[in-house]
């Protein structure tokens, strides 16, 4: 069964605008994840904020987490027309269980 | 950083043939690999945990005589689909945990074998 639930399910958004995705998810996690997808091809591992962490930063990527609301978003800043892609969250209840994903959240970054 | 390769990219086969599937960890070993589906425009599904010299634990629902895995070394992992059916057409990705990293969330995904099935 699926664990995390992004949303919005598609977003489209002119490049340097910036896209934040939400990711929620329903028991305890140990960490989450963010993946990004391009078509046909495979997954991309973009960042990981553990449980114990609110923000995490890398490039243009900012991640926050409440484990409060069992929640996390993932923003793009200045986004470009590279990054249109799909967009996965996936978490791991333990340290070393395997991922389970959300539905995903298609990107569309106009030029 | 971390490679996973993945042999053949793309395969079409006819109705009742066996398709195997290499998934290869290029530069680091892997005691762990995981193999997944994922159905056009949807997420990516578990279908087995695929342990180095044991093995695999497969996931509710996935039937083992028809996806086998086998993982006989730290850097491979093939799955077979076995008398494949148009139903099995999909995106098969695997992906494999870096045994040297203290980091052993983070999984490294494969690009993929797009599978049809005719």
């Known amino acids: 069964s699926q664990q995390g639930e992004e949303d919005p399910q598609a977003l489209s958004i002119q490049e340097g605008e910036n896209a934040t995705m939400n990711c929620s998810y329903k028991t305890s996690i140990n960490n989450l994840q963010w993946y990004r997808q391009n078509s046909g091809r495979g997954l991309v591992h973009l960042i990981l904020i553990r449980s114990n962490e609110r923000e995490k930063h890398s490039g243009r990527l900012r991640v926050t987490l409440d484990t409060s609301k069992k929640s996390s978003s993932l923003l793009i800043t200045a986004s470009r027309a590279a990054d249109t892609a799909s967009y996965f969250c996936?978490?791991?209840?333990?340290?070393?269980?395997?991922?389970?994903f959300g539905k995903g959240i298609t990107l569309s970054v106009r030029p | 950083g971390a490679v996973v390769s993945q042999h053949p990219s793309r395969v079409i086969c006819k109705s009742g043939t066996s398709v195997k599937i290499e998934c290869r960890s290029l530069d680091f070993q892997a005691t762990t690999m995981f193999w997944y589906r994922q159905f056009p425009k949807q997420s990516l599904m578990l279908m087995a945990t695929s342990n180095e010299g044991s093995k695999a634990t497969y996931e509710q629902g996935v039937e083992k005589d028809k996806f086998l895995i086998n993982h006989a070394s730290l850097t491979l992992s093939t799955l077979t689909v076995t008398s494949a059916h148009p139903e099995d057409s999909s995106f098969y990705i695997c992906?494999?945990?870096?045994?040297?990293?203290?980091?052993?969330?983070?999984?490294?995904f494969g690009p993929g074998t797009r599978l049809l099935v005719l």
């Open positions: 992906s494999a945990r870096d045994l040297g990293q203290g980091a052993l969330e983070t999984q490294y």
């Open positions: 996936a978490t791991t209840p333990g340290a070393n269980s395997k991922l389970t």
